[in-house]
């Protein structure tokens, strides 16, 4: 009595055969089995002779050699991209960046996610730049890094042998906003403005002499700051988060600052030491009359201790430079502080990313070394007056006469 049992193919036993009718060359590879029908899976090429279907064969066996190659065939880029985020992207990045992260992989799932992993190209990337992004300042850059991210690791994992993000190109920039320095008009008229922050006029002292970024400082607690030493330290910062459904505001975080070099030490004058310590007896005084104060240990909060909320302070920051007819916004505020540094002579590009917390010397050169028309006008001059230290000037040949 014999068993009929069935023969089951190892995964890469492939076939070259002629297709009589249609006089074509078929290369045909196993490579496995579906879970639920267990049918045989395979993948076939149509070519006009032997030689191309044996070349083709050997290519199918080379894509197909392992099982992280099946599964990238039956990925979509949709499937891979929200796989790469919720396990190797959202795990590690803040809330609010998380938040741009989903902006950018929707665009990229809008427009190619049902196409399988393994069969995206770079041109299908790039047309989503092309088309979809070229007229936002950030977000074609954003998008180019974060999608070079989730490909490479497919690529670290073999889902697929080459990055498609790997040469998308970014469009022209445009014109950066010009750095527009405050006077010291401007400055006096910022902090005698009146808001609905009892803490206003603080908030910006401390930012004219430390530079820091808005959500390092919202986030400042009295035991970061000596006010005997004269020492501030950065250990936290103030984010929003993702508005959810049913919520009527963007939450508010504490978080850890925005790169580990974020993370620092800086040393505040006197001046502002005497101004802080005005402040605190100023804001104990209001704890005692509130009764309840929400964040007792928060250095610059609301009138009942609560959090300033970053969007709302960028905003009423705004609406008071318009009113003034200021144009300087606040994160140039922080421009300032290198560019008065800078000025000092006293100072390299390395105390300057320091100071202001730069992940990188080259994001320091890169936004804050501003040469406005004044200091290009005096570098005109300079150069004309110093012409003659380096060669002779001819002198206007005379006009001939008319005849």
């Keep these: ?15 070259i055969y002629k297709d009589e009718k249609r006089g074509r060359w078929i290369a045909q590879l196993h490579i496995g089995y579906d879970s639920r ?138 014109p950066r906003k010009p750095y527009t320095s405050p006077t010291k008009e401007n400055r006096d008229a910022l902090l005698a403005a009146e808001t609905r922050l009892y803490c206003w006029r603080w908030i910006l002292l401390t930012e004219y002499m430390t530079g820091l970024r808005r959500s390092e400082l919202l986030a400042l607690r009295w035991e970061d700051i000596d ?42 004058p006197p001046a502002l030491c005497k101004e802080l310590a005005a402040y605190k007896a100023k804001q104990a005084a209001l704890r005692l009359h509130a009764g309840q104060w929400a964040h007792p240990e928060t250095v610059f909060t609301r009138a009942d201790g609560s ?19 200021i144009r300087t916004t606040f994160h140039m505020l922080r421009h300032d502080m290198a560019s008065r540094m800078k000025a000092s002579h006293q100072f390299d590009f390395k105390d300057i990313q320091a100071q202001l917390g730069h992940s ?13 028309d004044q200091q290009k006008a005096a570098v005109s001059s300079w150069l004309e007056n110093d012409a003659t230290n380096l060669f002779d000037t001819p002198d206007p040949a005379p006009k001939r006469k008319a005849r």
């Design 227 to 268: 006010l005997e030493k004269g020492a501030l330290y950065v250990r936290h910062s103030l984010i929003n988060g993702k508005k959810e459904p049913g919520m009527t505001i963007r939450p508010i975080y504490l978080a850890a600052p925005k790169t580990a070099t974020s993370k620092r030490k800086l040393f505040i």
């Design 37 to 174: 029908s267990g049918r045989s899976i395979k993948r076939t090429r149509t070519c006009s002779t032997q030689k191309e279907a044996r070349e083709a064969l050997a290519s199918l066996r080379e894509k197909y050699t392992s099982q992280t190659a099946l599964l990238a065939d039956r990925l979509t880029v949709r499937d891979w991209l929200l796989r790469w985020f919720e396990t190797y992207s959202r795990p590690r990045i803040r809330p609010n960046s998380a938040e741009t992260y989903e902006r950018v992989l929707h665009y990229a799932i809008d427009a190619v996610g049902r196409i399988p992993l393994g069969e995206l190209t770079s041109c299908e990337l790039q047309n989503i730049i092309n088309t979809r992004l070229h007229s936002h300042a950030r977000s074609p850059r954003i998008f180019k890094s974060i999608m070079h991210m989730a490909f490479q690791r497919a690529v670290q994992l073999r889902l697929i042998r080459e990055n498609p993000a790997a040469c998308l190109e970014l469009p022209k920039p445009k």
């Design 360 to 372: 990188t010397i080259q994001v320091t050169m890169d936004i804050y070394t501003h040469i406005d």
């Design 307 to 325: 959090w300033i909320n970053p969007s709302y302070f960028s905003a009423l920051y705004y609406a008071n430079r318009q009113k003034l007819g």
């Design 1 to 15: 009595m014999t068993t009929n049992k069935k023969h089951y193919r190892p995964a890469g036993d492939g076939s």
